[in-house]
Every structure is written in C-alpha cells, then in structure tokens.
C-alpha cells in the first residue's frame, strides 16, 4: 500500500453536498488526513450550457450545521435567494403559511444547487480534499487492512487504495451495493418537473412572494419555488404507475394537469417554460445495512426521504458530521463509531416515517385516489 501513490487514508464515492460535507467534517477534526473524492461528473459544464437543476429550501437551523462545518462566512456570500416561510394548500383549497418568522434561526434560504455544489467542492478543495472528476470505481476489493479500488478516471484505470471508504453516491449506492448492502424501496414517488422563466418579478397576485408552495390534487401534490435569474421550478409529484398512466412526461399532459390547480397555476401565469417535462426518482429509500468492514453511507446513498419534507441537504450537512466521528474512530481501531453511527440512522429513519405518516394523513379530501390510499394506508405503508 506505501509504495502506490494513490494511497489515502479517506476516499469519498461522490462528490455531491454529503461527501463534500463529510469530507469537510473529516479534515475539520483532523487536518493530517489524506482524503479523495471520486466524483464522476466534471468539475465545470464544459460546454458551459444551460443546465437547470432541481433547487431546494434550506430551513433556517441549517445555519448551526454550516457553522459547524466552518462554512459559514463563504456561505453567505453567496447571496442566495432569502426564504421567509412556505406555503401550503394540504386538506385544503386555501392558502395556509409557515412563516420563519417565528424561528429562532432566522430566515432560511432557496438555493441554486448548481452553485451550491460548486461551492461544497471548492470549500473541500481550500482543505486540502483532492478531486478525481470524471471518475467510477469499476470493482472494490477488501484488503487486511486497505480498500484496494479499481477506478476510471478519464482516459486511464487508477489503483487507488484507502484505509476507509465512503459511500455518497445518492440513491444509486453504488459502493454500498458493491458491498452487498440492500436498497429498500418503501414506494414509487417520481417528480415530474418543469422550468419557467417569469415576465416580470415584480408581478406577484398569489401571496406566495418568493416562498415555496405545495398544493394537492388526487392523484399527488405539486411543487413550485423560485430561482435565481426569475426562474420558477414546478414540479408534480406522485407515483410512476400514475405518471406513466397520465403521460406526464409529454409536455400537453403536464401543462393539462396544472391548469387545474389553483395556487400553482396562478404562479405561471405571467412566464414562459423554459425546459420539457423531466422526471427524476423520489422514493423513500433505505439501506440494510449503512455502515461494514472499514465503510459506511451517508447523505441519500444511507437513507433517502420523501420530498415532503425537505430535508435532503439538511439531512446530508447533519449526517456528514456523525459519518465524520464514526470514520475517526474506525481509523483508530475502534469499530464502536460504526455501530453508532448505524443506530443514529436507523433512528431518524424511524422518526422520519412517523412525521410522514402524520403529514399524508391531513390530506383526507381523495379518499378513492390510489396515491392517497397508498399514503394511509397505516403502518403497512411504512
């Protein structure tokens, strides 16, 4: 292993916002690691073409998690999009708001994620974190003490050997599946989203302001939030088998089903779209097992949540720092961290499908619609 140059004590699959997070948390504890990030998108668009990424809002106590990571400051320079509440139409026509006013945080944020991704790298990159961009593991192989990985970056086939391994490849969990880990699928959530550009930012009659809303309807809820450049992100969110049945994916179907809706109609009214229908995976997803021989899962490759409940890069900025502790602690010989780490988990998993189950069960109005059925369909469902 000593006389391989490309030898780490840390090798990160994935370099999206939970293994830029844990990769941050790792040197924050312990600047003398030597830690990689594989990552198989580029670092840039080389092309540099429009790409249009799905956006989130942060909540405001995600602020002590930035803090903790000591990302603070360069976050706030950014200058994303402020976010003082959500609105909802659930067991409801009507309009009902969360304002943040009444948070002890503050406000919270709705982000670009292509510039928030750029920004978790090049934060990970002023410590010291290397990148292999453009890069897969073909094959991992467990030594006596090392992870030998086969990877290809580029143009060539890299030998890279790492004393821990971790997996931040999303829902795909590709090392956690190399490692015979099983994902468990609790539903068949797709959303099917669409982007608009607004005529006129200052031309707003919904009440809803820059906030993010969602609104239901019988067959799913829709979600709308804005984006920097006056950009609109709607997005429908219900089951493949009722996608696929209501043609979601064709443009007319799509703009058919929104022209029913009140709230979220309302919000387009003044824009033009900008992109075609475009689906993405949305399901509830969990891991068998999270953690194993010198590795371990985090952000949505250990655990993946219901958009309902934004949580997915909170989740991946609260998590990074359990994965960090438990990382050290392996490295030390002390196999006690992953078994924490897996506990802690399995914990927010647990209470996450309890908050869920409450949420669904507010919207009673489509008692005879299969994707509500599904959503009350007491602890079966879960």
């Given at each position: 292993m000593k006389n391989n140059p490309y030898t780490y004590d840390v090798v990160v699959i994935g370099g999206g916002v939970a293994g830029c997070a844990t990769a941050i948390a790792l040197k924050n504890e312990a600047p003398e690691l030597r830690i990689a990030i594989i990552e198989r998108k580029p670092s840039f668009n080389p092309n540099n073409t429009c790409v249009y990424r799905i956006g989130e809002t942060l909540p405001p106590n995600a602020s002590q998690q930035l803090q903790k990571l000591g990302i603070?400051?360069?976050?706030?320079?950014?200058?994303?999009?402020?976010?003082?509440?959500?609105?909802?139409?659930?067991?409801?026509?009507?309009?009902?708001?969360?304002?943040?006013?009444?948070?002890?945080?503050?406000?919270?944020?709705?982000?670009?994620?292509?510039?928030?991704?750029?920004?978790?790298?090049?934060?990970?990159?002023?410590?010291?974190?290397?990148?292999?961009?453009?890069?897969?593991?073909?094959?991992?192989?467990?030594?006596?003490?090392?992870?030998?990985?086969?990877?290809?970056?580029?143009?060539?086939?890299?030998?890279?050997?790492?004393?821990?391994?971790?997996?931040?490849?999303?829902?795909?969990?590709?090392?956690?599946?190399?490692?015979?880990?099983?994902?468990?699928?609790?539903?068949?959530?797709?959303?099917?989203?669409?982007?608009?550009?607004?005529?006129?930012?200052?031309?707003?009659?919904?009440?809803?302001?820059n906030g993010t809303c969602v609104e239901t309807d019988q067959n799913g809820w829709w979600y709308s939030a804005t984006l920097p450049n006056k950009t609109i992100v709607v997005g429908y969110m219900t089951d493949a088998d009722i996608a696929n049945q209501l043609q979601l994916r064709k443009k007319e179907a799509f703009d058919n089903l929104l022209s029913r809706t009140k709230h979220t109609n309302n919000r387009i009214k003044n824009t033009t779209h900008i992109s075609q229908p475009q689906v993405t995976a949305a399901h509830t997803q969990y891991l068998s097992t999270v953690t194993g021989d010198s590795w371990l899962a985090v952000g949505d490759a250990a655990s993946s949540y219901d958009p309902i409940s934004s949580l997915g890069i909170f989740k991946s900025l609260t998590m990074?720092?359990?994965?960090?502790?438990?990382?050290?602690?392996?490295?030390?010989?002390?196999?006690?961290?992953?078994?924490?780490?897996?506990?802690?988990?399995?914990?927010?998993?647990?209470?996450?499908?309890?908050?869920?189950?409450?949420?669904?069960?507010?919207?009673?109005?489509?008692?005879?619609?299969?994707?509500?059925?599904?959503?009350?369909?007491?602890?079966?469902?879960?």
């Amino acid at each position: 292993m000593k006389n391989n140059p490309y030898t780490y004590d840390v090798v990160v699959i994935g370099g999206g916002v939970a293994g830029c997070a844990t990769a941050i948390a790792l040197k924050n504890e312990a600047p003398e690691l030597r830690i990689a990030i594989i990552e198989r998108k580029p670092s840039f668009n080389p092309n540099n073409t429009c790409v249009y990424r799905i956006g989130e809002t942060l909540p405001p106590n995600a602020s002590q998690q930035l803090q903790k990571l000591g990302i603070w400051s360069s976050f706030l320079e950014c200058n994303f999009i402020t976010a003082y509440g959500t609105s909802a139409a659930w067991g409801s026509s009507e309009l009902y708001h969360n304002e943040y006013i009444y948070s002890p945080y503050g406000y919270g944020w709705h982000l670009d994620r292509i510039a928030f991704d750029q920004f978790m790298i090049k934060e990970a990159q002023k410590r010291g974190i290397l990148f292999y961009f453009e890069s897969s593991i073909t094959s991992s192989e467990k030594k006596t003490k090392y992870w030998s990985l086969q990877v290809n970056y580029k143009q060539d086939i890299l030998s890279i050997n790492s004393s821990f391994a971790i997996d931040a490849t999303g829902k795909k969990a590709a090392f956690s599946s190399l490692q015979k880990s099983t994902k468990i699928k609790k539903d068949q959530m797709v959303g099917v989203y669409r982007f608009y550009v607004s005529k006129d930012q200052h031309n707003d009659t919904t009440g809803i302001g820059n906030g993010t809303c969602v609104e239901t309807d019988q067959n799913g809820w829709w979600y709308s939030a804005t984006l920097p450049n006056k950009t609109i992100v709607v997005g429908y969110m219900t089951d493949a088998d009722i996608a696929n049945q209501l043609q979601l994916r064709k443009k007319e179907a799509f703009d058919n089903l929104l022209s029913r809706t009140k709230h979220t109609n309302n919000r387009i009214k003044n824009t033009t779209h900008i992109s075609q229908p475009q689906v993405t995976a949305a399901h509830t997803q969990y891991l068998s097992t999270v953690t194993g021989d010198s590795w371990l899962a985090v952000g949505d490759a250990a655990s993946s949540y219901d958009p309902i409940s934004s949580l997915g890069i909170f989740k991946s900025l609260t998590m990074s720092q359990f994965a960090a502790y438990a990382t050290l602690d392996d490295l030390k010989g002390d196999r006690s961290g992953l078994q924490k780490y897996q506990q802690i988990i399995t914990q927010d998993y647990k209470g996450y499908l309890k908050k869920r189950q409450e949420y669904y069960a507010q919207e009673d109005r489509y008692t005879t619609s299969l994707f509500w059925k599904r959503r009350h369909a007491n602890q079966n469902y879960n």
